[in-house]
């Protein structure tokens, strides 16, 4: 597979659309659930953002990374729709474990860091909840929608803060 220089970072060239129209310039699109809902997820790491040095960024442990692909691999077990499913919080306050988030709802440090990143045409991005206050964020590709791009881990719920999250 040949590589696509964008900016700093070598991306691979599979990531990149080949045909350009109204598709994200980095992928093409956010996934349609329904499309891989009984396909089980698989993981690429090109989009992380190593590089960001805000209110999260991707400086982790060891123990933090364990943590992360640990949890990875609990999910490859299952399907999209089974992680869609999963709930979370209380009787009173119930909600999905693992969802969409649309863009706008993101912090404003998030969403200019999506335009430096050239991500900034995703309507939307996926968060897994990994803990009571842990995130990782990413994008679903289209043309293989069960491949999740993970762009953040945010260890202190700060790149979307707000309660719909």
């Not at 080949?18 to 329904?34: F, I, K, Y």
């Not at 090109?46 to 209110?55: E, F, P, Q, T, Y």
Request: hydrophobic residues 35%.
């Amino acid at each position: 597979m040949g590589n696509v220089k964008n900016n700093r970072k070598q991306v691979p060239s599979a990531a990149v659309p080949a045909e350009p129209s109204r598709v994200p310039r980095r992928l093409q699109g956010v996934a349609v659930p329904g499309q891989m809902d009984e396909q089980h997820p698989m993981w690429r790491t090109a989009l992380l953002d190593r590089d960001h040095d805000g209110a999260w960024s991707w400086k982790i442990t060891d123990v933090t990374l364990v943590k992360i692909v640990e949890f990875l691999s609990e999910m490859e077990r299952l399907t999209w729709r089974e992680i869609r499913q999963q709930q979370t919080g209380g009787k009173r306050r119930r909600g999905p474990k693992h969802k969409s988030i649309p863009r706008g709802h993101l912090c404003k440090e998030a969403q200019d860091r999506l335009v430096a990143l050239q991500l900034d045409d995703f309507d939307e991005l996926f968060r897994f909840r990994t803990g009571n206050m842990e995130r990782l964020w990413g994008v679903l590709s289209s043309d293989s929608p069960r491949i999740f791009y993970p762009i953040w881990w945010d260890p202190d719920h700060k790149v979307c803060p707000g309660k719909d999250d």
